[in-house]
């Protein structure tokens, strides 16, 4: 019977060979060599972590996720595998959230939330085709969705489909009619498209239902500037610097609107350090 510590050493001459293989490329020869490491000495984090490496460099991510796990488990006080893990994590959480994503659809092909949420994790990397092609399919699951609706919308406004954006939203607004940040979004469609009049209602419909939002009346103050409607445009910039003045001058930086105040005392004034307003 071979005792613990030659199963041990055997371990480790295939854990060796399998480094060697997976360095020429080798992955899938490298994967037997880790398992016949793994099987001869189950405890062996070492022989897990290059398993997960190997599993990773093939693109199964989930695979590769739970043999990193494995080790912190075997090892929990040894750097190494927290290391080993978290380095995972940084570099291939997003292709391992996509593979859960798409198995749970596999799975449930009407599974609404695991297409929605695939969406969103495209969307965190700016892959909008791909976030409206799963938020389209979201929506034709469950038309009734007015969180999917409200992110494809806004997916579509960030790739500059406004158009699109603007029939999603009106019927947004017209089966929740109390659906605020809708209609403030519904006002900045409008406004990218030209449409001022609209956008003018529909900015003043978000105001009606949150009067101190500061988004709506930012909005509306970009809206006035774009239009020329320069005290207005002031008026409500200033109510949204005493609502959140930290946030409004965020969204300022690369508003274009505002260029037309670039030397105007008023506008100045408002925006500088010195001013007297608090957010």
Do not use: C
């Amino acid at each position: 019977m071979t005792s613990k510590k030659d199963r041990i050493s055997q371990s480790d001459e295939h854990n060796a060979r399998g480094i060697e293989l997976a360095d020429r490329g080798w992955l899938d020869e490298a994967v037997n060599e880790f398992t016949k490491a793994i099987e001869l000495d189950p405890d062996s984090a070492h022989a897990y972590d290059n398993l997960a490496t190997v599993f990773a460099e093939k693109g199964r991510f989930i695979d590769a996720l739970e043999a990193y796990l494995k080790a912190v488990r075997l090892e929990p006080q040894n750097p190494n595998t927290h290391h080993y893990l978290a380095s995972f994590l940084s570099s291939r959480g997003f292709d391992a959230s996509v593979q859960l994503y798409k198995h749970a659809i596999e799975l449930d092909p009407e599974f609404t939330d695991a297409h929605v949420n695939l969406a969103l994790t495209y969307g965190d990397r700016g892959m909008l085709d791909e976030a409206i092609s799963a938020l389209t399919k979201a929506i034709e699951l469950d038309p009734d969705d007015e969180g999917a609706r409200h992110e494809l919308a806004a997916v579509l406004m960030d790739a500059g489909r406004f158009a699109e954006a603007i029939g999603h939203l009106r019927k947004i607004t017209k089966d929740y009619p109390e659906h605020t940040d809708a209609y403030i979004d519904l006002g900045i469609a409008y406004t990218a498209q030209g449409f001022y009049r609209e956008a003018e209602r529909s900015l003043a419909d978000a105001l009606k239902q949150a009067p101190n939002d500061a988004a709506a009346h930012y909005h509306l103050a970009s809206l006035y500037a774009f239009w020329e409607k320069r005290d207005l445009s002031l008026t409500h910039l200033e109510k949204a610097l005493e609502l959140n003045r930290e946030q409004t001058l965020i969204w300022l930086e690369d508003d274009e609107a505002f260029d037309v105040f670039a030397e105007d005392p008023r506008y100045l004034e408002l925006v500088s350090a010195e001013s007297k307003l608090s957010g």
